[in-house]
């Protein structure tokens, strides 16, 4: 009997502790997409420590110079199209209480304004990844839960009777951005519910849970997403240029728009097996944006990097951007600006793999003006990003402590990265190949103890 009674309490404990655990649970399954993977090499480059503030919206927008703005950060839309997705953004921005700038910035990033685009689970100009929220939303109504201050869970609604939650409408443009602002309000809302019930890494806004659901596996999406941002309120009027920085008494100004950009592997770091060394920075950049001259001067080189002895050729950009990629050298199609110092020498600088080239030798320029556009042209495997080198008087310098506040991040060296991936691939085939062809077993002696047994 006494047996029993100690049973049944421990019985009761145990229950008591599921229940209280459960109490602490949130009333419904982690929201998840996992068709996104975070990027661990990525994640060692900047940390949300490293951030600045985000600048401020206005309070009111203007619609032509926002549409404008859209078009330019877009880049390839016809002015009508630009006119009805900024109308739909300001639209269901101000209906639901969201950033209409973060809005656009998320479109662009997820699809680059294009209406018909299905990737990593999502769909649409937002990439809105449906089994996140099916089973949430019925009649119409999206029904969700926030903590209240004595821990309680109160459950909200949000109506949403103006389109239907299917797949055929969220790839049209007006549906997904009407459901994306919707879901972008209830994500601000229970941003802080959800960061004390799941599991997060450190992030700084709610946008990272459009992303990545409940769980934010990584930072930098929301890092991409505000850079978006920034460069669209800088192309509207409401983000003024940073403030130069300034090298020997020369201004220097961001290479790319939306600054401070991310820097993603530093001067020196290792290439080719160690067979040579990085000769400038990257900075992390989209296909397409415009890349500008950090300092006024003038162009002493336009043209292609090639293999072999021959290892460049100037060119007119007409001809520069016709080159065929596939004989280009690890530079790329390149720009090569001469900058004279107030007191005695120069600063040269070299904007490498670009996909377009817009100015040509010996052309003035002055800070801020469109070099070209970031491309991958001379590479093999990176994602498009611009390659920018610092030389003073022939002198190889380091471009971060020059650009300083225009860039941002600590980069962990790829080829470390890369070799302790291969140790691990070899190790992972090694075992593989032990377990395939085991080695042959000798005949114990006898007397010992296997023999005995």
Same mark, same amino acid.
């Given at each position: 009997?006494?047996?029993?009674?100690?049973?049944?309490?421990?019985?009761?404990?145990?229950?008591?502790?599921?229940?209280?655990?459960?109490a602490d649970r949130p009333p419904w399954r982690a929201r998840k997409r996992p068709e996104i993977r975070p990027n661990r090499l990525a994640a060692m480059h900047v940390s949300p420590h490293d951030w600045a503030p985000e600048p401020a919206a206005p309070a009111i927008v203007e619609a032509a110079a926002f549409d404008g703005a859209l078009r330019k950060l877009c880049g390839w839309m016809r002015p009508g199209r630009a006119r009805d997705y900024g109308a739909w953004i300001r639209r269901y921005a101000g209906d639901f209480g969201v950033d209409p700038f973060l809005l656009a910035g998320l479109v662009y990033r997820e699809s680059r304004c294009r209406a018909d685009r299905e990737e990593l689970g999502g769909?649409?100009?937002?990439?809105?990844?449906?089994?996140?929220?099916?089973?949430?939303?019925q009649s119409r109504r999206y029904r969700y839960q926030v903590s209240g201050p004595g821990g309680e869970w109160i459950e909200r609604e949000r109506p949403l009777p103006r389109f239907p939650f299917v797949r055929?409408?969220?790839?049209?443009?007006?549906?997904?951005?009407?459901?994306?602002?919707?879901?972008?309000?209830?994500?601000?809302?229970?941003?802080?519910?959800?960061?004390?019930?799941?599991?997060?890494?450190?992030?700084?806004?709610?946008v990272s849970h459009w992303v990545w659901g409940d769980r934010v596996r990584s930072a930098r999406a929301e890092d991409r997403i505000l850079t978006d941002r920034r460069r669209l309120l800088r192309y509207y009027g409401a983000l003024?240029?940073?403030?130069?920085?300034?090298?020997?008494?020369?201004?220097?100004?961001?290479?790319? !728009?939306?600054?401070?950009r991310v820097v993603s592997s530093g001067l020196g770091f290792e290439r080719d097996d160690g067979q040579r060394s990085h000769r400038g920075i990257d900075l992390e950049s989209e296909f397409g944006e415009p890349v500008r001259s950090v300092a006024s001067g003038r162009v002493v080189f336009a043209g292609v990097d090639l293999p072999g002895r021959q290892s460049n050729q100037q060119l007119p950009p007409a001809e520069t951007n016709e080159y065929d990629r596939g004989a280009l050298g690890r530079g790329g199609r390149y720009v090569c600006t001469l900058h004279a110092?107030?007191?005695?020498?120069?600063?040269?600088?070299?904007?490498?793999?670009?996909?377009?080239?817009?100015?040509e030798r010996g052309q003035r320029i002055i800070m801020g003006q469109r070099l070209g556009t970031v491309g991958r042209t001379g590479m093999k495997r990176s994602a498009p990003h611009l390659h920018f080198e610092a030389h003073l008087d022939g002198t190889l310098l380091n471009p971060m402590q020059l650009l300083r506040e225009h860039v941002?991040?600590?980069?962990?060296?790829? !080829? !470390?990265?890369?070799?302790?991936?291969?140790?691990?691939?070899a190790r992972a085939a090694a075992k593989a190949a032990a377990l395939q062809n085991p080695p042959a077993q000798s005949e114990p002696a006898a007397g010992s103890d296997l023999a005995a047994r």
């Open positions: 009997m006494v047996r029993v009674m100690r049973r049944l309490a421990k019985l009761l404990l145990l229950l008591l502790g599921l229940q209280l655990l459960a769909l649409g100009l937002t990439l809105i990844a449906p089994r996140m929220y099916q089973s949430a939303l055929a409408a969220m790839l049209r443009p007006e549906p997904n951005l009407y459901f994306a602002a919707a879901l972008l309000s209830v994500w601000r809302e229970q941003h802080a519910t959800v960061d004390a019930s799941f599991e997060q890494v450190p992030h700084r806004h709610y003024p240029a940073p403030e130069p920085s300034e090298y020997l008494g020369l201004p220097l100004g961001t290479p790319l !728009d939306g600054a401070p110092l107030p007191e005695a020498g120069s600063l040269r600088f070299c904007y490498m793999h670009l996909e377009t080239v817009e100015v941002v991040g600590s980069p962990a060296p790829f !080829d !470390d990265h890369r070799k302790r991936r291969a140790r691990r691939r």
